[in-house]
């Protein structure tokens, strides 16, 4: 289960990132992570918004699939440079209701089963209408979050280089 969503048209966002500083382009990600986490966790409170309508009055329902969709950092392109943020399910195994049963129940199972359906149960996708419906919007909040972000470190560099050089 995979949606990639690339950002076009960041340009001059993208070519004041690469003038910056070390200290703002970290390991720990700097304000592009922080920008990320925030519009991948508002594309998993659509997803979870999502999931909740197609569970409500389900007397199967535990819980267990909700509380583990997550957003998480994820590792870095294996082109070039950038920063991940994943919208994904933690692998969680449920409690075994039944003696005998001869395979493992997983949330990222049952989240497959939701998305794409089996031969005994219909389809009925929750993740990727929620990006589809949610990702321009999550997008505009990126690069205003990145920008705002951006000109906040520019300032404090700028700060600190004024009070170096008075001394």
């Known amino acids: 289960m995979r949606v990639e969503m690339k950002i076009h048209g960041i340009e001059g966002v993208l070519d004041t990132l690469h003038r910056l500083p070390k200290?703002?382009?970290s390991?720990?990600?700097g304000p592009v992570a922080r920008s990320l986490g925030k519009g991948a966790r508002f594309i998993r409170d659509r997803a979870k918004d999502n999931l909740r309508a197609q569970l409500q009055g389900s007397d199967e329902s535990t819980g267990l699939l909700m509380k583990n969709v997550v957003a998480s950092r994820g590792k870095a392109p294996h082109v070039g440079k950038g920063e991940r943020y994943l919208v994904r399910v933690r692998r969680i195994a449920y409690p075994r209701r039944y003696k005998g049963r001869a395979h493992i129940v997983t949330t990222r199972?049952?989240?497959m089963w939701k998305e794409y359906g089996t031969s005994d149960q219909a389809?009925?996708?929750w993740l990727r209408p929620a990006v589809q419906m949610?990702?321009?919007s999550a997008i505009?909040?990126?690069t205003a979050d990145l920008k705002r972000r951006i000109d906040a470190e520019v300032m404090k560099l700028a700060r600190k280089n004024r009070a170096t050089t008075r001394l």
Request: positive net charge; aromatic residues 0%.
């Open 123 to 125: 389809a009925t996708p």
């Open 27 to 29: 390991k720990r990600g």
């Open 134 to 136: 949610h990702a321009m």
């Open 23 to 25: 200290e703002v382009v």
């Open 109 to 111: 199972k049952a989240a």
């Open 140 to 142: 505009n909040m990126i």
